[in-house]
């Protein structure tokens, strides 16, 4: 099944789910599917994934003033950029599926989720893992944790929705936050 989803390398773990001792997805089954009903039309449905994506972009930002490490500083503003690009992705599509052509100014002030991406604040997040801000270990993980809860949610939403389009949407930024995950796996190997 896994394999199936796109990922290439899928272990089996002896003893199955319960002999599992590794990192799980956190939360109820339903954090971050709350954010859509289910009845958003795909507009709506890219409005609130854009404005997971600016609060997390925010936050990175915000980070980047806070820690002293250089390196941690040049992370956070890699991690920021890969969230613009992110966003640039969805304003387009956006302007592809609207009937109006708003400026970028205008579609973000449409912006009113109070998360980031996977459902929970940055505030949770800090609370959750407990990290060290100043190491580059540590604020990669949890930037990786954040993209597989992101993952998580966005798999389960589609899952859910009863727009066909905003399924295939929820299923497209799922593969999004997958390879963002492996973008992040491949800084971790070179820190």
Do not use: C
Request: glycine share 6%; proline share 2%.
């Amino acid at each position: 099944m896994m394999a199936g989803k796109g990922f290439e390398n899928v272990i089996n773990v002896a003893g199955g789910f319960k002999a599992w001792k590794g990192h799980a997805a956190v939360g109820s089954q339903d954090l971050g599917v709350e954010l859509f009903d289910g009845s958003e039309s795909p507009e709506e449905t890219l409005v609130v994934a854009y404005s997971l994506e600016q609060g997390l972009r925010e936050y990175y930002l915000s980070m980047v003033k806070k820690v002293k490490n250089t390196q941690v500083q040049e992370i956070f503003s890699l991690l920021a950029e890969i969230e613009v690009k992110h966003q640039e992705r969805l304003f387009q599509q956006y302007l592809e599926l609207s009937d109006t052509n708003p400026t970028l100014e205008a579609f973000e002030n449409e912006i009113v989720v109070n998360a980031v991406e996977g459902g929970m604040s940055t505030d949770e997040y800090a609370k959750l893992y407990n990290p060290d801000w100043e190491s580059p270990v540590d604020v990669i993980s949890i930037a990786m944790a954040i993209e597989a809860q992101a993952l998580d949610m966005y798999q389960r939403t589609a899952a859910k929705v009863g727009n066909e389009k905003s399924r295939e949407i929820l299923t497209q930024i799922a593969r999004e936050e997958r390879s963002h995950l492996e973008e992040l796996g491949k800084l971790m190997d070179r820190i």
